[in-house]
């Protein structure tokens, strides 16, 4: 017998899958069109499937003419909302609260006096939706270097974006305690990706091959991947159930599983399928 595990924590996380399921019951009820600002996924197969159900992909809003628009679970700055509003769009707000939890730490940072920092990744749209929300006069920074620039002769807030890494804050908010007396951190951090990092490791020890579903270019599905390889040598990262080759089977008697975060559950349970099938023939 050999037995099939999925990793605790594997695939799209909360916020990702509650805003899936948010543009599939919108799909369902809307009688004008749906449309997403942005990919809702970075996983075309996904995207291609809500463009089967009848929600589009926007990569503005002015593009969008009338119906409903989506905001996507990254967030946005509070202005793309108003002018959706403005256009006469129903607004459909997926923001992740985890993301909302930053946009009010942000704010209330502001409010409160702090000269506000941002840990995160300059340019990535979470991060612009948090500037947006902090006002004009925060600052991004990815690594301690960054702080060079900043006048920091106020009381420091900061919050960071919800999947960079505790050692990436840590680093921050070291260098930030050398040069301010007065300091303030909010760890925004979401645990989804160290979850899915430390259950993917958890399981590969304990298996005999292992493997994981997710688009080959999707850099959280890489770094699944590779920390599995370190634990399972017998690793195979795959896109699609059909990939999957009998051979990797052979003398195996225990198969872990997970899935990078743009991987919905429908693609892991694709995999078990296949894989049940193959080991029953
Ligand atoms: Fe996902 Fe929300 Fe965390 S979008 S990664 S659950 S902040």
């Known amino acids: 017998h050999i037995e099939i595990e999925v990793a605790r924590y594997a695939g799209v996380c909360y916020g990702v899958e509650r805003a899936l399921g948010m543009a599939e019951k919108a799909a369902v009820e809307a009688r004008k069109p749906v ?6 996924i970075h996983n075309p197969l996904v995207v291609n ?19 409903t628009l989506i905001i996507r679970a990254h967030g946005v700055v509070p202005s793309v909302v108003e002018d959706a509003r403005t256009r006469g769009l129903d607004v459909l707000d997926a923001t992740c ?10 704010e209330r940072l502001v409010r409160e006096g702090y000269q506000l920092i941002v840990v995160g990744e300059s340019g990535h749209p979470e991060v612009e939706g948090i500037m947006g929300h902090a006002g004009d006069d925060a600052h991004v920074v990815s690594v301690p270097g960054d702080l060079d620039a900043i006048d920091l002769s106020r009381k420091v807030g900061v919050v960071v974006q919800t999947t960079q890494t505790p050692g990436a804050l840590a680093d921050v908010v070291a260098e930030l305690s050398k040069r301010t007396m007065d300091l303030r951190v909010i760890n925004t951090i979401c645990s989804a990706t160290q979850e899915r990092q430390d259950s993917a490791a958890e399981l590969a020890h304990r298996v005999d091959a ?10 959280n599905t890489r770094r699944l991947a590779e920390i599995c390889t370190a634990a399972c040598p017998k690793t195979h990262h795959i896109e699609d159930a059909s990939e999957i080759e009998p051979a990797w089977f052979d003398g195996v008697s225990h198969i872990g599983v997970t899935a990078g975060a743009s991987t919905p559950a429908s ?15």
């Open 35 to 40: 449309n997403t600002l942005g990919p809702l």
């Open 49 to 67: 499937d809500l463009e089967s159900i009848g929600v589009g992909t926007a990569s503005s809003v002015s593009e969008v003419e009338e119906g």
């Open 97 to 106: 609260p985890y993301v909302k939890k930053v946009h009010n730490a942000a």
């Open 210 to 219: 292992m493997i994981v579903v997710g688009g080959k270019n999707s850099g």
């Open 267 to 281: 693609h892991i349970e694709r995999a078990l399928v296949r894989m049940r099938s193959l080991l029953e023939s």
